[in-house]
């Protein structure tokens, strides 16, 4: 049984940071594409950030243009871990976030959210203006 986790959500300023967690268990997701998605009240569920394995000791990181150049995606395989790292946070990044995992052994990016099995219950993330 696969189980995602997110933390790290609350409310902050124009400008302001906050860092998103998603602890996985049930699994070793070390070579298993990962992603952030969020969605906004009255709006679909859209792409923020995904990483995957490419091969050795390389991961890939893609990012939707709305945030490229402010969040990060990363990962620590030892604690089964994924983070999104947001910074210059804006009013319109209001949304709760999610994170989702491929159980599988694909190819990324998977930037869809039907490619991801597994998803955690979200995190409410509040920029106020």
């Known amino acids: 049984q696969v189980q995602l986790v997110e933390s790290g959500g609350g409310l902050v300023q124009t400008g302001g940071s906050l860092r998103l967690s998603c602890a996985a268990s049930?699994?070793?997701?070390?070579?298993?594409?990962m992603g952030w998605f969020r969605q906004a009240p009255g709006k679909e569920r859209e792409f923020v950030a995904a990483?995957?394995?490419?091969?050795?000791?390389?991961?890939?990181?893609y990012y939707a243009d709305s945030v490229k150049g402010r969040f990060t995606i990363s990962r620590d395989n030892a604690k089964n871990t994924v983070y999104l790292q947001m910074n210059s946070l804006k009013p319109e990044d209001t949304a709760v976030y999610f994170c989702?995992?491929?159980?599988?052994?694909?190819?990324?990016?998977?930037?869809?959210?039907?490619?991801?099995?597994?998803w955690g219950q979200g995190t409410q993330v509040t920029v106020s203006s």
């Open positions: 989702a995992v491929r159980a599988t052994l694909v190819a990324g990016p998977l930037i869809k959210e039907f490619e991801y099995d597994n």
């Open positions: 049930g699994r070793t997701f070390s070579r298993f594409p």
């Open positions: 990483i995957n394995w490419s091969g050795g000791i390389t991961y890939n990181a």
